[in-house]
């Protein structure tokens, strides 16, 4: 079993920065390939951010590519996710989500396991 917790939301104004962090504990942190998801209201949750299990390999949506990276540190156990230049339609919960399995198949399914999400605000 994983325990993932995320932490860094907040509110922060257009075109400021923010960086998610995602702890993880239990089963080998290094073992799984993390993702970062994230739900604005109304709509369904969508696919932001995936790395590797060693970090070597990441992946990026369209619309955060560019703005957003996302890193990992095996030796803390914490993935994260630096986000600059951020938008108003950035605002969302973003959940972090860690699988073992290989990054291209994590991304075009659910993950196993997942956090309970911090908050992201950016006002328009």
């Known amino acids: 079993q994983v325990q993932l917790v995320e932490s860094g939301g907040g509110l922060v104004q257009a075109g400021g920065s923010l960086r998610l962090s995602c702890a993880a504990s239990?089963?080998?942190?290094?073992?799984?390939?993390m993702t970062w998801f994230r739900q604005a209201p109304g709509k369904e949750r969508e696919f932001v951010a995936a790395?590797?299990?060693?970090?070597?390999?990441?992946y990026y949506a369209a619309s955060a590519k560019g703005r957003f990276t996302i890193f990992r540190d095996n030796a803390k156990n914490t993935m994260y996710l630096q986000m600059n230049s951020l938008r108003p339609e950035d605002t969302a919960v973003y959940s972090c989500?860690?699988?073992?399995?290989?990054?291209?198949?994590?991304?075009?399914?659910?993950?196993?396991?997942w956090g309970q999400g911090t908050q992201v605000t950016v006002p328009g």
């Open positions: 790395i590797s299990r060693k970090g070597d390999s990441t």
């Open positions: 989500a860690g699988d073992s399995r290989e990054p291209v198949v994590v991304i075009s399914t659910t993950p196993t396991y």
């Open positions: 239990g089963r080998s942190f290094s073992t799984l390939t």
